[in-house]
């Protein structure tokens, strides 16, 4: 079950049917069917936007946003898929902080639920920096059924990674 790197800690049953589905070469029927639809943000402008306007809704007393950007090089130098940073920089007698948030090019051309669940992800860290039950409470609370998003976004992922034959529609 190698090519399950991005399901590690789920239940061994849940592997099995994953497996299954690979096995059978239907994984990418099952997440077509499941998402169908590609979201329009392919912009650095537009994903600002689409993230600030779900900060509103959530976490208006978060800190601002300085920076929210597709990043092509991200999962492959953090081996991560969303990122959150808060650089801190003196100015004048004064020290600033700025804070990013970085989504993974790879998901210009997912659909827009997978989006969703990687900028909610970062949003939450605005308030958990761990990967806690409250960081997952705050995630499911932005995002009701957040858990099955990410186990389906991880889902994409294991079929994206696998040999390109695999992946013809």
């Known amino acids: 079950m190698s090519a399950l790197k991005y399901l590690q800690g789920y239940p061994a049953a849940l592997l099995q049917q994953v497996q299954q589905l690979l096995d059978e070469q239907r ?3 099952y997440l077509q069917q499941r998402y169908p639809a590609r979201h329009q943000i392919q912009s ?61 090019s790879l998901f210009k051309q997912a659909a827009p639920e997978f989006l969703q669940m990687i900028v909610v992800h970062e949003l939450a860290h605005l308030k958990e920096q761990e990967h806690n039950k409250a960081f997952y409470q705050l995630c499911e609370h932005m995002l009701p059924g957040y858990r099955q998003l990410e186990f389906d976004t991880r889902l994409y992922l294991t079929w994206r990674d696998l040999p390109v034959p695999a992946q013809q529609p």
Do not use: C, M
Request: hydrophobic share 40%; net charge positive; glycine share 4%.
């Open 44 to 104: 650095d402008k537009a994903l600002y936007a689409y993230t600030v306007a779900l900060k509103q809704e959530h976490l208006r007393n978060a800190p601002n946003l300085d920076k929210v950007l597709f990043d092509n090089r991200l999962d492959l130098t953090h081996r991560a898929l969303g990122l959150h940073t808060t650089i801190s920089r003196v100015q004048g007698g004064k020290l600033k902080a700025k804070k990013e948030i970085r989504v993974a």
């Open 27 to 29: 994984l990418e029927a």
